[in-house]
């Protein structure tokens, strides 16, 4: 289990001040103790953490067919909803750092093995289908019955809990809930590398060494053919199980996360302020076509907006693209200036991409406002629904899901 372990100096210090677990400190790596991510005193042992026993064979029904629940019904364009009855998350760790996936075929939202380092252990599997009248969490697999300490695996073979931050990614050429190099182990944030792949169907993971390791960067976003890529822009093909490094030219702009993929240009498309956790300043916005070799900047139109952003200096943040709009959302839930956050949830930034030349950037008009989003950040729970034309988001595990529509 300790083969592929990496720790260098600066997780070795992180390690030592703690997320939430230790002693604290102000490393905006981890931003201190997350307030609000439950419980965590059962961590060492998690047989009982919430529902106890494995879904079984999960059938998630037929996939979407575009007609409208009823909490969205009556829903005006770009005002934010609530869906009752979906607070908790399903009992998983997600104000750990930590984001989910969705299945867009079924408009289904996957959790797993979230969690990590000094906020919890609970490595369960959960999922919740938004597209029906009264959607319901499912636990899809249970924790481990005991956890590992600062292991990729725990001892039933289930991935460890970790910070999943913008990691977790559904494939559907694979039929995967892909979970490609997360960050920080329990309980001392120790960064060891795994790749393991969710089967929805079996409601199994596939297990450690059937899916080849990343060699650099973290995984951020999927591609239009089911790929995921990391932050290094390494490529991972689930089918064949196979790396690829195709991006031999970069640029100086840093890769964290947020990323998305444009689906009408065919290209991967970053925002970030610094380094996107807290480090570093200044915005940097890049954009990589996946057929291509290179990693282009981009540049946007000076207005207000723009400099809103700056002055908010995100972190943690999500977004994903909608291809009705032909734009980008960028949600971080307020304002980060001073690496904390000040919540402003109605804000939510617009990004529209051109074929050449500057890009535009501006504050999108909406009616109604989310609930406060997680101190750990949006990560990815900001996505968007295909047969609800609009965008999902889980402010934190003790909220309602909430949705915008955007079409």
Known sequence: MFRHLVMSTAVLALA????SGGAGGSDPEDAGPVSDAGPTSDAGSTSDAGAGRDAGTFDAGPPSDGSVPAWLTGAAVNQWVEVPGTSGAGGAPVDAYSGMAIKDSTSELIVAAAGGHGDSADNRTVSIRIDVDAPVWVVRKAASPVAGNNVGYNADGQPASMHTYQSTLYSPTADRVLRVRPRYTYPSAWDVNTNDGFDLNTNTWDGE???PLATDGYGFVRDGDGNVWTTAFERYEPVA?????????RTADLVRFPGAYDSKRRQLFTLQWGDGQGYDTGLSASRVPVDGKSQ???????????EQLKADQPMYAGMDYDPLNDEFLFYAGGSWAGAKLTPIPERVYAVTPVDSGSWTIRIKEVTGAPAVSSS?????RFRYVPALKGFVLLPSSKTNLWFLRTK
Request: charged share 10%; net charge positive; with cysteine.
């Open 209 to 211: 060494g059937v899916h």
């Open 296 to 306: 282009l900047s981009v540049t946007f139109t000076s207005n207000a907006a723009l």
């Open 241 to 249: 199980k196979k790396w690829s490094k195709p991006i031999t030219t």
């Open 16 to 19: 030592l001040c703690g997320c």
């Open 376 to 380: 750990a950040g949006v990560q990815g």
